[in-house]
């Protein structure tokens, strides 16, 4: 069975350009001997959805749209990912899967298993498959699954369903698994997912093709990596990450063209992802150039480098904006970044701003020493300047805030957490690091000098992070364990961390849940990111 899969990146609502797409990658497939061509997970309405579905028009369009492509299919099926109405008790919708083909009725296929949990909500929508069965495609006994449908309990974070569609599937006859998918990119989860795919393939062997989305929406960044695994569980073909990518393969009965899956390290598939995750943000909501501070520090630096990557260096403005505190190192790494990535970069002192600022208040705070009030006013100024900029070219403001720093509520409100994209801010400070000297494997791009010195915010005279924060090689771990493990405070103190640390580490989070409703949106990497992944609420009193 010769099987074309069509790795495309749909745009959500884009019915004519996702059509477009999935039309020419299933021409292209067709001509190079397809027998059928997959698409992923709701590829014409583009994933995720969300509460566009609510409106009036939009599922409407979307089978419109479906019965357009229906019309310019061949004698090859064609497998794609739509929204179809549920005319029965539930919820309002189905996420399917139609098989177009010339002179053929359409033939739909429903997921059973609607994953709502971190940042899936499929529930609210749609109404699960009551049962699932094999269908005959291109005379091959076919079992078709969608995304959630073919993991397996081993792989998902509890065990979340009673039924298992693939097993269904193989006890009703099915030769071969073809999955549409929308599997969301985390660190680490490319190499999961095919050693998940490839066990299933394996225990009930038979052979799977399995076709991933790739593209950024909002917060989510898929990374496509689609497969075809034998039924012993080998890797056929793999496909392109970060990229779009059509692809033929042929499963035999007999199959040697057996090829070894290729996995990139994990800084090269993050960097890959927030690059994609940046440069899509940008073009689908349509703008052209970024603008952002640099402070010399390390944050701020690897947002340009991926800021620069995404968009090209042309179209990314860099602002440094010192101060008394601003080391001159600060001022230099800066425009040594710069220099070194080819993009402009602005001087502006914000000293005289400040003094006057300060002046302007000092009536009202009836003689109060100075402290973190007079210090916020910085960053606050900074991101007036900025987003003065940004309002008067329309650039769109780039954070540059990393994870650790949201976690603890180490960011100051209206002032470096202003912006429309928080670049880096699900990317943990060790992570950044590695980051960066990743970055700089074959020539210098950010100053040694930058990577090396202490971290520090400077706004007042010698302050370093670690004046404030606990070591990061300290405060990392705790999080990873509070934030993605969702352990207790005994539990984490239990895996060796020293109890007072841990406790300050778990009240700062708390605290600062207000901050974070308030964040821009980020772009999503590990496995529990600051965002709709992650519902807490600001009005609470429960401690742990």
């Known amino acids: 069975m010769r099987i074309g899969l069509a790795q495309i990146n749909p745009l959500v609502g884009d019915f004519a350009g996702n059509s477009a797409k999935i039309l020419a990658a299933y021409r292209d497939l067709v001509a190079r001997g397809a027998e059928i061509v997959l698409t992923p997970e709701l590829a014409l309405p583009g994933y995720p959805p969300q509460d566009l579905l609510f409106k009036s028009q939009f599922v409407p369009r979307n089978l419109a749209a479906l019965e357009t492509l229906r019309a310019q299919t061949g004698d090859t099926p064609l497998l794609v990912g739509h929204v179809d109405t549920n005319t029965g008790h539930g919820r309002p919708f189905r996420?399917?899967?139609?098989?177009?083909?010339?002179?053929?009725?359409?033939?739909?296929?429903?997921?059973?298993?609607?994953?709502?949990?971190?940042?899936?909500?499929?529930?609210?929508?749609?109404?699960?498959?009551?049962?699932?069965?094999?269908?005959?495609?291109?005379?091959?006994?076919?079992?078709?699954?969608?995304?959630?449908?073919i993991w397996s309990r081993d792989y998902l974070p509890r065990q979340l369903y009673?039924?298992?569609?693939?097993?269904?599937?193989?006890?009703?006859?099915?030769?071969?698994?073809?999955?549409?998918?929308?599997?969301?990119?985390?660190?680490?989860?490319?190499?999961?997912?095919?050693?998940?795919?490839?066990?299933?393939?394996?225990?009930?062997?038979?052979?799977?093709?399995?076709?991933n989305t790739i593209g950024g929406n909002d917060e989510l960044i898929f990374d496509g990596n689609s497969f075809a695994i034998s039924e012993t569980g080998d890797c056929l073909t793999q496909l392109a990450s970060f990229h779009t990518e059509n692809a033929l393969v042929e499963i035999r009965d007999s199959q040697s063209?057996?090829?070894?899956?290729?996995?990139?390290?994990?800084?090269?598939?993050?960097?890959?992802?927030?690059?994609?995750?940046?440069?899509?943000?940008?073009?689908?909501?349509?703008?052209?150039s970024a603008v952002l501070g640099l402070s010399g520090g390390i944050d701020s630096a690897v947002t340009a480098v991926i800021a620069a990557e995404a968009l090209g260096k042309e179209n990314v403005l860099g602002v440094t904006m010192p101060t008394r505190y601003s080391s001159e190192g600060s001022v230099g790494d800066s425009l040594s970044l710069a220099n070194a990535l080819g993009i402009r970069c602005l001087t502006i002192p914000i000293?005289?701003?400040?003094?006057?600022?300060?002046?302007?208040?000092?009536?009202?705070?009836?003689?109060?020493?100075?402290?973190?009030?007079?210090?916020?006013?910085?960053?606050?100024?900074?991101?007036?300047?900025?987003?003065?900029?940004?309002?008067k070219f329309g650039h769109l403001l780039l954070t540059t805030g990393n994870k650790s720093e949201?976690?603890?509520?180490?960011?100051?409100?209206?002032?470096?957490?202003?912006?429309?994209?928080?670049?880096?801010?699900?990317?943990?400070?060790?992570?950044?690091?590695?980051?960066?000297?990743?970055?700089?494997?074959?020539?210098?791009?950010?100053?040694?000098?930058?990577?090396?010195?202490?971290?520090?915010?400077?706004?007042?005279?010698?302050?370093?992070?670690?004046?404030?924060?606990?070591?990061?090689?300290?405060?990392?771990?705790?999080?990873?364990?509070?934030?993605?493990?969702?352990?207790?405070?005994?539990?984490?103190?239990?895996?060796?961390?020293?109890?007072e640390t841990v406790r300050w580490v778990v009240r700062k989070v708390a605290q600062n849940e207000y901050k974070r409703a308030q964040a821009v949106p980020c772009l999503k990497v590990t496995s529990k990111a600051f965002g709709a992944g992650r519902k807490m609420p600001v009005a609470q009193h429960y401690a742990e």
């Not at 699960?128 to 005379?139: D, F, K, L, S, V």
């Not at 599997?183 to 299933?200: D, N, Q, Y």
């Not at 990139?264 to 440069?279: I, P, S």
Request: overall charge negative.
């Open 95 to 149: 996420n399917a899967a139609a098989i177009l083909q010339r002179g053929q009725p359409v033939h739909k296929i429903y997921k059973t298993l609607l994953p709502t949990y971190d940042v899936f909500d499929e529930s609210r929508y749609f109404e699960p498959a009551e049962g699932c069965a094999p269908i005959e495609i291109a005379g091959h006994c076919c079992g078709v699954t969608i995304c959630e449908d």
């Open 162 to 211: 009673d039924r298992d569609p693939l097993t269904e599937l193989v006890t009703q006859g099915a030769k071969v698994i073809l999955n549409l998918s929308a599997s969301p990119f985390e660190v680490g989860k490319p190499r999961r997912r095919f050693e998940m795919l490839s066990a299933r393939a394996r225990d009930h062997h038979i052979p799977i093709a399995y076709c």
């Open 257 to 288: 063209a057996i090829r070894n899956p290729i996995f990139l390290n994990d800084e090269t598939d993050l960097f890959n992802a927030l690059v994609l995750g940046t440069r899509d943000y940008f073009a689908k909501c349509g703008f052209k």
């Open 351 to 391: 000293e005289k701003s400040f003094a006057i600022f300060k002046e302007q208040m000092t009536p009202f705070f009836d003689g109060k020493p100075e402290d973190v009030t007079e210090e916020n006013m910085q960053p606050r100024l900074r991101g007036m300047t900025l987003m003065a900029l940004s309002n």
């Open 406 to 499: 949201l976690a603890v509520g180490y960011c100051t409100l209206y002032g470096d957490m202003c912006g429309g994209l928080a670049v880096i801010s699900d990317v943990p400070k060790l992570m950044i690091y590695r980051l960066a000297r990743w970055l700089n494997r074959d020539r210098e791009i950010i100053p040694h000098s930058t990577i090396e010195k202490p971290p520090s915010a400077e706004l007042r005279p010698n302050q370093r992070d670690q004046d404030t924060l606990p070591p990061y090689e300290i405060l990392d771990p705790i999080l990873e364990l509070l934030v993605e493990e969702n352990l207790s405070p005994d539990e984490i103190i239990a895996r060796g961390l020293e109890p």
